[in-house]
């Protein structure tokens, strides 16, 4: 959302794909824009009276407040979402947060460059940006805290180390006024710990393991069906397994995201999706095949120019089906594990 200096009006997005606006005093509300993107509500109010937001098509569009025709940014070819935006003043750009798949585990801090129409890249694993008065960048980390550097508005580049504002800033969770004014939230949300349960078909839940709490994402039960294997969100994301006995083993160690594991029917290997090759690039997910019991190198097992983001093994073992996002697509991949193993187009 954003409010005008002048005419004292919100613009904000609804449900159901829209971006509207209404005055802050009352009254009724003016749709602006129905193609808003299906991912992302996202827009700023830029100084030159004009809006812009992410469209359904993965585009920015602008718009007059007033509201009439949208023009795109001539500029905008990213393979990125985009999960936030901040205007700088002057109509001289915005900062943004994008990722390559899925912002929850990755992202950085970009900002566009609205007079060469251009992206440059200012921070990695970091997700929410501001512009500070004083003529500081102002961001959070993925692991929690504010951080500041000093940004050249004429050049749209970062000038001096980070060095820590606030501690224990949740990523993304601050508001920042044209006076200086922040609002922000601090600590580790209770929604973000997750427990492990067991749910049978009749509904009847069952701790796993009552002292593992953190950010699970994607268990996957081995062919004994005890055998757990699980990402974990701290920072970077990685896949642990856990045993029947209740230990506790870290499987993957490289890369910052490492998630999406598959058996193979004998329990004794993990396919998975991680960006481990080069952490910083947004085609570098793919497929990999790893022994759970250590002591042999990892296989590349599938990889796309456009990345590869979800893996599945079938229960033969036979075959292995990969999910990839292309210019909005979801396309899907399949090859054999043995013999002809092309990945092919389904």
């Known amino acids: ?23 802050v005093r009352g009254g009724g509300s003016v749709t602006l824009a129905d193609s808003v993107s299906t991912e992302y509500f996202v827009g700023a109010w830029m100084d030159d009276n004009t809006i812009l937001y992410l469209a359904r098509e993965e585009a920015i569009h602008r718009v007059s407040p007033a509201g009439g025709a949208k023009t795109a940014l001539k500029g905008w070819h990213n393979n990125l979402n ?3 935006m901040w205007p700088l003043p002057g109509n001289r750009g915005f900062l943004f947060t994008g990722c390559a798949g899925n912002c929850a585990t990755s992202s950085e801090i970009y900002v566009y460059d609205l007079r060469a129409d251009s992206t440059v890249l200012l921070v990695e694993n970091a997700a929410g940006a501001w512009y500070a008065p004083t003529g500081q960048l102002l961001y959070t980390s993925r692991e929690g805290g504010l951080y500041a550097a000093d940004l050249d508005l004429s050049t749209l580049k970062v000038t001096s180390g980070s060095v820590p504002v606030l501690d224990g800033v949740r990523p993304n969770d601050f ?22 349960v067991w749910v049978t078909r009749d509904g009847v839940v069952t701790p796993i393991d009552s002292t593992w709490r953190g950010q699970f994402e ?18 970077a994301t990685h896949i642990w397994i856990r045993r029947p006995d209740g230990g506790r083993q870290l499987f993957t160690h490289d890369g910052t995201v490492n998630w999406r594991p598959s058996w193979t029917p004998d329990g004794r290997s993990i396919a998975f999706i991680s960006n481990r090759s080069a952490p910083s690039s947004m085609t570098s997910y793919a497929a990999y095949l790893g022994p759970v019991g250590g002591g042999a190198a990892l296989t590349r097992i599938a990889g796309l120019n456009v990345g590869v983001w979800e893996a599945e093994l079938s229960r ?6 990969v999910r990839s996002d292309h210019g909005g697509a979801r396309d899907m991949h399949s090859r054999r594990m043995d013999g002809d193993t092309v990945l092919s187009p389904l």
Not at 179 to 191: I, M
Not at 316 to 321: A, E, I, P, T
């Open 1 to 23: 959302a954003g409010v005008t200096k002048t005419a004292y009006e919100v613009e904000y997005f609804t449900n159901d794909r829209k971006l509207k606006k209404m005055p």
């Open 82 to 84: 985009v999960e936030s």
């Open 175 to 196: 508001a920042l006024s044209a006076s200086g004014a922040a609002l922000y939230t601090v600590g580790e949300s209770d929604e973000a710990l997750a427990e492990l």
């Open 218 to 235: 994607y268990p996957a039960l081995a062919p004994d069906g005890e055998t757990i294997a699980v990402s974990l969100r701290s920072g």
């Open 316 to 321: 033969d073992g036979k075959w292995l089906v």
